[in-house]
């Protein structure tokens, strides 16, 4: 059964500041997405990254998908109370089509 | 993007009854729907995978016969709680892939629908 890692599990941090997220299994990924979800709602998608080594940029996000595709990382540099919410990687092993959720990072940012 | 609606958003139902819960691509077609169980401040539990026009695939650990589940169409999958107990309470989430788009293809989730069992 694929795992996938969150790590930090809760983030509370002033406006203003840098924040990681990371993402870590043992599994190989043909494909990982970033998602934030807002309570009661349905996740959104931040991103999607298919190579190993692959960064991406989203305004103050940041992206890394591991050269191993067994890990990834979201960068928030800094963070406004806007970006509060839980961050949620999801994976896709090789030959399959579907996406097991991380254990889900929440941030808070204050004013 | 595409737009994922699932409907009710809320039910409260006494235990034993069964409720019904569906999930409509509203302007793409899914040959694949994903239902997700989700615990207050908790990450998303892939329960099972739904196929348009053959039956379900459930994760380990998920009952079948307790979570039913039909995919009659290229834009419908509905989920069905059978005689439901307080435990089953939680936020069910489902979400669509574009049939054409394949496995990097975004996720579209409904907005889940929070179930209460009396």
């Known amino acids: 059964t694929q795992l996938l890692e969150q790590s930090p599990q809760f983030l509370s941090i002033q406006e203003g500041e840098n924040l990681t997220v990371y993402c870590n299994s043992s599994s190989v990924f043909s494909s990982l997405q970033w998602y934030r979800q807002e309570p009661g709602e349905g996740p959104v998608l931040l991103v999607t990254?298919?190579?190993?080594?692959e960064v991406k940029k989203l305004k103050r996000l940041t992206f890394q998908f591991g050269d191993a595709r067994k890990d990834s990382s979201l960068h928030i540099t800094a963070a406004q109370p806007g970006d509060t919410g839980l961050y949620l990687c999801a994976g896709s092993a090789t030959g399959t089509y579907k996406y097991i959720f991380g254990t889900g990072t929440r941030l808070k940012v204050l004013a | 993007g595409a737009v994922v609606s699932q409907h009710p958003s809320r039910v409260i139902c006494k235990s034993g009854t069964s409720v019904k819960i569906e999930c409509r691509s509203l302007d793409f077609q899914a040959t694949t729907m994903f239902w997700y169980r989700q615990f207050p401040k908790k990450s998303l539990m892939l329960m099972a995978t739904?196929?348009?026009?053959?039956?379900?695939?459930?994760e380990q650990g998920v009952e079948k016969d307790k979570f039913l589940i039909n995919h009659a169409s290229l834009t419908l999958s509905t989920l069905t709680v059978t005689s439901a107990h307080p435990e089953d309470s939680s936020f069910y989430i489902c979400?669509?892939?574009?049939?054409?788009?394949?496995?990097?293809?975004?996720?579209?989730f409904g907005e889940g629908s929070r179930l209460t069992v009396l």
């Open positions: 979400s669509a892939r574009e049939m054409l788009l394949g496995a990097a293809g975004e996720l579209f």
């Open positions: 990254v298919v190579t190993g080594g």
């Open positions: 739904s196929n348009e026009g053959s039956k379900a695939t459930y």
